[in-house]
């Protein structure tokens, strides 16, 4: 069906299963994308392509009519393109094409990347980092997906806080084919964007980006006030933001082709992905979740 509405949630990938096992965990939770990492977040250590049980995994997708295409990859965290440290710099560059490979391998098109931490050094050098770091790898490689900038919530020296930020980065990349932007909403809230008027928000996007890079949404509640720069995730309609308006996200006819994707915070050490992506669908919130 082509009009139903993509929404998931991150999902673990972990052994012995690995992407079949991923695969398996996000149809529970009858989610119709998802978002994943190769490995593990916090490093760059992978276990190879043919332990990962790719071909199985894509078999179950297509038996639930998911399509791999709207399948988001996470880049882990280690990745820091905007460091003044040139073994940081060069370790991130080799880590991010790594993760593109394994991307493609997938069969995914989108990988979401954290821009980078400045530490120090600036927001113009490391804006400028950021895009040499990119152009290095993008230009030396020869590949669709697509490197997914995702907007930040400018906690300490963190870039992509804002659009004019994304936009100075974009600008600036040589295969704009392979660049594009993951929208977080509880980033955006703490950043200092009103979330509440989706119309409004996407237009301005527009205006400073261009709306035709938005290829994927974070969906999150918030723990912080708008402007605060926490970066703290919250359950849906359990924050700052509320129900209401992560539900107009959902249905905003602009975002009907984008992954959306839940990155809430656990309840009772259980993931309530599938509980809440219920209540987002069904258009009524759910005050016993926690």
């Not at 009858?30 to 490995?39: I, L």
């Not at 392509?49 to 199985?56: F, G, Q, R, S």
């Not at 895009?131 to 030396?140: A, F, K, R, T, Y």
């Amino acid at each position: 069906m082509e009009d139903k509405i993509l929404i998931g949630s991150h999902v673990s990938l972990k052994s012995p299963k690995y992407f079949l096992g991923t695969v398996e965990e996000a149809i529970s939770y009858q989610e119709t994308t998802f978002m994943f990492y190769t490995g593990a977040p916090q490093n760059g250590i992978r276990v190879p392509l043919d332990k990962m049980k790719i071909e199985e995994g894509l078999k179950l997708l297509n038996e639930n009519n998911i399509d791999i295409k709207n399948v988001v990859v996470h880049a882990p965290y280690i990745i820091n393109l905007a460091s003044p440290k040139e073994e940081t710099f060069n370790s991130s560059k080799e880590i991010l094409a790594n993760e593109i490979k394994r991307t493609e391998a997938f069969g995914c098109q989108f990988i979401v990347l954290h821009p980078g931490l400045h530490v120090g050094s600036g927001e113009e050098f490391g804006i400028n980092r950021i895009i040499e770091g990119l152009n290095s790898v993008l230009d030396n490689l020869d590949t669709k997906v697509i490197v997914c900038l995702e907007t930040m919530a400018g906690k300490g020296s963190e870039l992509g806080k804002s659009f004019e930020e994304i936009s100075k980065i974009i600008d600036r990349i040589t295969k704009k084919s392979n660049i594009g932007v993951c929208m977080d909403t509880c980033h955006l809230n703490d950043s200092g964007y009103d979330v509440s008027d989706v119309d409004n928000l996407l237009n301005e996007f527009d205006k400073k980006v261009g709306l035709h890079y938005l290829k994927a949404v974070h969906l999150n509640d918030s723990k912080n006030l708008r402007g605060q720069r926490k970066d703290r995730h919250e359950n849906i309609g359990y924050g700052t933001i509320g129900y209401d308006t992560l539900h107009k996200w959902v249905v905003n006819e602009k975002l009907k082709s984008i992954p959306k994707i839940l990155e809430t915070p656990w309840i009772d050490d259980k993931p309530p992905y599938k509980e809440e992506i219920k209540m987002l669908l069904n258009n009524k919130f759910d005050n016993s979740l926690k």
